[in-house]
């Protein structure tokens, strides 16, 4: 069977103990979270968890039948990557003595990124983009030496007119 990248999204309730409950139960299939975000959504008083695995179709419509069997669970759904819009950030902690290289602020601004702050020993780069985008700006900025790197987990909308509140109610 094929594994591939799908992205969950889940619509709830916002209760305490929910997505402990809902990462369980990808981990009873053996189904590893690649990222998780969680938000407010469009509709008041629900959250959104988006959820990014790599597996097959056939298992991530199990996970989706299970997830819609939990009380506070309003409505999930698996999309694939060509029918969603992606985005994550990233930031790049790198040391002030780089800064100043023509190489590395030429690195930056090719690829997007922005000086989010500069303080006496390090400064900051912010990058948003897709996956492929800030995984470049972190191989390219690497031999610079960085501090740190953390990149946020995957928001998705979906590129087809879906009105997620009137599909909920």
């Known amino acids: 069977m094929n594994q ?5 999204s889940i619509s709830t309730e916002n209760n305490v103990g929910l997505l402990n ?3 369980s139960i990808f981990l009873k299939r053996h ?17 959104r968890y988006t ?29 694939r990557s060509q ?12 040391s002030v003595d780089n800064l100043y290289e023509t190489d590395c602020q030429s690195i ?18 912010e990058k948003t983009g897709s996956y492929e985008e800030t995984k470049k700006l972190y191989d390219d ?7 740190q790197f953390v990149r946020s987990g995957r928001i998705a909308i979906t590129k087809p007119k ?4 009137e599909l909920i109610r």
Do not use: C, W
């Not at 930056?108 to 780069?125: D, L, R, Y």
């Open 4 to 8: 591939e990248i799908f992205t969950v």
């Open 21 to 23: 409950r809902v990462t």
């Open 31 to 47: 189904i590893n979270i690649e990222s998780i975000t969680a938000s407010e959504s469009e509709i008041k008083d629900i959250h």
């Open 51 to 79: 959820v990014v695995v790599k597996t097959t179709e056939e298992a991530i419509q199990k996970v989706v039948k299970q997830l819609e069997k939990q009380v506070e669970v309003v409505k999930a759904y698996y999309h």
């Open 83 to 94: 029918d969603i819009f992606t985005q994550e950030i990233a930031m790049y902690k790198i």
């Open 108 to 125: 930056i601004k090719s690829n997007g990124g922005t000086i989010a702050a500069v303080e006496k020993e390090f400064f900051v780069v």
């Open 141 to 147: 900025l690497y031999p610079f030496g960085l501090m």
């Open 162 to 165: 879906m009105l997620i509140s």
